[in-house]
């Protein structure tokens, strides 16, 4: 699924992404995020959405967490968006299982 997941994403939108400084450099940790996530939760305010967490101690604003927005369809995901928080937001987790 992360291959589907990556292949939507336009170089256009991952342009748009990474066009923050802050991210301009997350091509790979955005990938890596997706692979291999430390945490995954479902949006609060859209069940089709899961947010996809990873900790950087380094970033260039500081220890963040790399959040990659995902939405699923029928049969079909997208990134929605990605950025850099300092907390994960609310919802359920749904991975790592407890």
Not at 49 to 62: C, H, M, N, P, S
Not at 71 to 89: G, H, M, Q, R, S
Request: with cysteine; net charge negative; glycine share 4%.
């Amino acid at each position: 699924m992360v291959l589907e997941i990556l292949s939507g994403v336009t170089e256009e939108h991952l342009a748009h992404i990474l066009d923050h400084p802050e991210m301009e450099e997350m091509a790979a940790e955005i990938e890596r995020v997706l692979r291999q996530p430390q945490l995954v939760r479902r949006s609060r305010s859209d069940v089709t959405v899961r947010l996809f967490y990873e900790f950087y101690a380094q970033t260039l604003v500081g220890g963040k967490w790399l959040c990659v927005v995902v939405k699923y369809a029928e049969n079909d995901a997208f990134v929605i968006t990605a950025y850099l928080t300092d907390n994960p937001k609310a919802g359920e987790e749904l991975w790592p299982i407890k």
